[in-house]
C-alpha cells in the first residue's frame, strides 16, 4: 500500500479553501501502480458473483471500467445531470462542499445484478450512498462498494453500513 501512497498527490485548497485534495493522477499515470490498483481492488470480489461493475463520475469510471474488464462483466456509468441521452433515473445528494445530482439510465440494472460499486474516494459517503440508493431503485443488489481511498475522519463509511467496504488506503 506504500507504493500507492507515494503515487497520491495532496493538493491543498482543492476546489475550494480548506480542503485537501488526494489528487490520483501520478497513480494512474504509473501503469504498473495502475494495474496494481486495480487488482488489489478487485481481489476481495474473485467469488462473489459481481454481475456489472458501477463507477461514479469521474473517477470511478477510471477505476470501474478496469474492474470490469478484469472481471469479465459490463460497466455503468452513474453520471453527473445532463449527461446521459436516455430516460434516466436520478438521485440529489450532499457533499462534503455542496451538493449535485446522480443519474443512470433507467435500464442500466436488472433485479439479477449483482452490483460492484467504485469510485476513487469515500470522503463523507454522499456520493456513494445516493450512488447505491440508485442501483437499488432499479432493483439490483449491491453487493459491495470499493474505493482507491477513504478519509476516515469524514465518517464516510457510516452512511455505508450495510454494504460490504473496501479500501485501499486510509488517510
Known amino acids: ?5 507515494a503515487k497520491i498527490r495532496d493538493i491543498p485548497n482543492f476546489p475550494q479553501p480548506g480542503i485537501l485534495f488526494r489528487d490520483i493522477t501520478p497513480l494512474i499515470k504509473d501503469p504498473a501502480a495502475l494495474r496494481l ?7 476481495p470480489f474473485l467469488s462473489r458473483n459481481i454481475t456489472v461493475v458501477a463507477g461514479i463520475e469521474a473517477r470511478g469510471f477510471i477505476f470501474g471500467s ?21 430516460i434516466v433515473e436520478s438521485i440529489s445528494y450532499n457533499l ?12 442500466a440494472f436488472s433485479s439479477e445484478d449483482n452490483v460492484l460499486l467504485v469510485d476513487d474516494l469515500l470522503a463523507t459517503g454522499g456520493s456513494a450512498k445516493a450512488a447505491c440508493n440508485l442501483i437499488e431503485r432499479l432493483g439490483a443488489t449491491v453487493t459491495a462498494c470499493a474505493f482507491v481511498i477513504e478519509l ?19 488517510y
Not at 500500500?1 to 501512497?5: C, T
Not at 474492474?67 to 453520471?79: D, I, N, Q, T
Open 1 to 5: 500500500m506504500e507504493l500507492f501512497r
Open 37 to 43: 490498483a486495480v487488482r488489489e481492488i478487485l481481489h
Open 66 to 86: 478496469l474492474v470490469a474488464w478484469e472481471l469479465g462483466v459490463g460497466f455503468v456509468p452513474l453520471r453527473k445531470p445532463g449527461k446521459l441521452p436516455y
Open 96 to 107: 462534503e462542499y455542496g451538493s449535485t445530482n446522480l443519474e443512470v439510465h433507467t435500464d
Open 152 to 170: 476516515d475522519s469524514l465518517k464516510g463509511r457510516e452512511q455505508l453500513s450495510n454494504y460490504v467496504i473496501h479500501s485501499l488506503l486510509h
